[in-house]
């Protein structure tokens, strides 16, 4: 691996160099291409860097190339019944490890686990002069001062090329067990939150509505198994209390719905019509049904809401989600419109504090603006 670090290091240098006004773009397995405002410059391809580095069972922690594939990386933890809990999207089977921390995004259970970033102990990395710098570690001790490592976890390749992660990986959860039950929104979110505030094993929630309109919540529990069987007691009997009807799903069932969450296959991700872009909306959990014409699926107890609206309602959508005391993120344009939809801006915008942070950061590390800035 390291002959691949040493010539991705030369094209970096190569470029701060010559001064080229054309960008470097990191690329691992371009599952993500859609996502961020520009892609522009020559492709700096990571799937070289796909081998394992290190892996310590007894220790829950794995190192490896930030281009190994997170499909390789799920079958290696899979052999010693542990996983990466916040289980990240892939869109694609060439996803790699580096594209998940870049994008920081994560899957279903991301509001009872943590999010990508609570997840990664330590990088190493190549600067926008090609030297390879090593933070943090592979123990979360390791990690003091100003911590570089979890900087590049939604840094979407602006700031670095990351080389070698290591992660926190947890044992699989002994039981799951995955309740239905039939009601609005508002109704899934007050249950929602009057279940977040009892000790239950609470793991990963959706609620969406069908093309009647009829809403149904869907909820996974894991932990132990006594703790997983009263809670499935408890949840039901509470529901019946409120007329609600509670019934436990499959686990093959349960399982292909989660994958059709994470991966965007589920129906609700088919474009209602061709104007319609999808927005990824970030909010408080314990917010309400947000005050959108527009149909919605809720995540992560309430905290991430999708919906479908046209780019032209960009402001609307941008208010909402910051009345909710959160963000939205244009996150696929329209069938009709294209790229045309990414004029609206795809990340919402940021106040002038944290914008200069990220200015002076970006100074910090790449000065002479070798790595693409123009995909955030």
């Known amino acids: 691996m390291q002959q691949d670090v040493q010539l991705l290091a030369d094209q ?3 470029a701060a160099q010559s001064n080229s006004a054309l960008p470097l773009r990191i690329r691992g397995g371009g599952t993500k291409d859609f996502l ?50 916040c289980d990240p ?36 990395m190549l600067d926008a002069s090609g030297t390879e710098l090593t933070f943090g570690g592979q123990v979360m001790k390791n990690v003091a001062g100003y911590d570089v490592s979890r900087l590049m976890v939604g840094s979407w390749g602006t700031l670095g090329l990351l080389t070698e992660v290591s992660l926190k990986v947890l044992p699989v959860a002994l039981a799951e067990a995955n309740l239905r039950l039939v009601c609005s929104q508002a109704q899934a979110l007050d249950y929602l939150n009057y279940w977040g505030g009892q000790p239950l094993p609470l793991n990963a929630s959706v609620w ?19 703790a997983v069987d009263a809670a499935c007691q408890r949840m039901a009997a509470y529901a019946a209390g409120e007329g609600v009807a509670c019934a ?18 589920h129906a609700f991700f088919n474009a209602p019509g ?3 872009c999808l927005w990824r909306l970030s909010v408080a959990q314990v917010a309400l049904p947000l005050p959108l014409r527009a149909a919605t699926f809720v995540e992560w107890h309430g905290a991430q809401r999708w919906v479908w609206a ?11 989600a910051s009345e909710a005391g959160g963000h939205a993120m244009l996150f696929r344009t329209s069938a009709t419109h294209g790229e045309a939809d990414r004029s609206v801006g795809v990340f919402h915008p940021t106040d002038a504090n944290t914008a200069g942070i990220a200015e002076r950061l970006r100074a910090q590390l790449d000065p002479a603006g070798v790595f693409n800035t123009a995909r955030v």
């Open 89 to 124: 999207p892939r869109f694609g089977e060439g996803a790699t490890v580096g594209g998940a921390i870049a994008s920081a995004l994560s899957g279903p259970a991301r509001a009872s686990v943590g999010a990508m970033k609570d997840f990664v102990l330590g990088i190493k």
């Open 274 to 276: 061709p104007d319609d």
């Open 12 to 14: 970096i240098r190569s």
């Open 310 to 320: 046209p780019a032209t309602a960009a402001a609307d959508v941008r208010r909402v």
């Open 208 to 226: 969406t509505a069908d093309a009647s309109g009829a809403g149904t919540l869907l909820i996974r529990l894991r932990g132990a198994v006594a």
């Open 36 to 85: 961020g405002a520009a892609l522009q410059g020559e492709v700096l391809d990571t799937r070289g860097l796909n081998q394992v580095v290190a892996y310590e069972p007894t220790e829950l922690v794995v190192t490896v190339g930030a281009g190994m594939r997170l499909v390789d990386l799920a079958a290696l933890l899979a052999e010693k019944q542990q996983s990466l809990p």
């Open 248 to 265: 436990p799903m499959e686990l093959s069932d349960a399982d292909a719905l989660w994958t059709s969450c994470r991966e965007q296959t």
